[in-house]
């Protein structure tokens, strides 16, 4: 799931690059191309929260953020050494994996608080309710979360780059849509966290002894 986890991130910074506009009758949709993938890092991050508890679902998510910046480093030196004399891609490498200060700084805030506050929060709601009510720690911690990543990246990454109503379009539309994502996999979400529960061999839920607060889980 970490693998999984950091590959999805990965991927989904790559092509937030791009922005996306479709019309729906008198209107268009604007969303980044990482939206298609991004929501699903939330839901693996719910699993490892619910299954491992708050700590463990942090070094996940810090492994995320320190892939992210090597990512970030790795295509910047790509970027700025010389092309051989045969490649004619330079400009168009430049303009989807160049190093765009403003862009990696939004990608990595909005990343760590909104994964850490999905944990966060589904954990808080967890010590609460105990194991009842899965579906309000799933779709809380999302609602919280996503609120929180898709304000930040929209407005480090483009508020002031893209007009007043793009801007707000590209702000709810994101945010209605990965919220949206969650509620329709919930049916998936369910059964992967029985699943990993029981290949873990959890019996019961206990407070967690180190800091950050937190479940975890007893296993056999």
Not at 81 to 88: E, H, K, Q
Not at 92 to 103: D, Q
Not at 141 to 151: I, N, Q
Not at 182 to 208: F, H, N, Q, W
Request: aromatic share 12%; proline share 3%; with cysteine.
């Amino acid at each position: 799931m970490a693998v999984a986890f950091v590959s999805l991130l990965l991927l989904s910074n790559v092509t937030a690059t791009k922005l996306i506009g479709i019309n729906v009758g008198v209107t268009t949709l604007v969303f980044d191309g990482g939206a298609i993938l991004f929501p699903l890092t939330y839901i693996i991050g719910d699993v490892l929260a619910e299954v491992y508890g708050f700590i463990r679902a942090r070094r996940v998510i810090i492994l995320g953020f320190v892939f992210s910046i090597a990512a970030a480093i790795v295509f910047w030196i790509v970027g700025i050494l010389p092309p051989a004399d045969g490649y004619r891609n330079q400009e168009a490498f430049i303009a989807v994996l160049g190093f765009v200060p403003r862009i990696v700084t939004a990608s990595v805030l909005a990343y760590l608080a909104g994964q850490l506050l999905n944990s966060w929060v589904l954990v808080a709601i967890k010590q609460k309710w105990g194991e009842q009510h899965l579906w309000v720690r799933l779709i809380g911690s999302t609602l919280v979360g996503e609120f929180a990543d898709t304000l930040l990246f929209c407005t480090v990454a483009f508020y002031g780059v893209i007009t007043g109503a793009e801007f707000f379009n590209y702000l709810l539309v994101g945010y209605a849509y990965k919220v949206l994502v969650e509620i329709l996999l919930l049916p998936l979400t369910y059964p992967t966290i029985a699943l990993v529960k029981k290949i873990e061999g959890v019996k019961r839920i206990r407070p967690e002894s180190h800091e950050g607060g937190g479940t975890s889980e007893q296993h056999d």
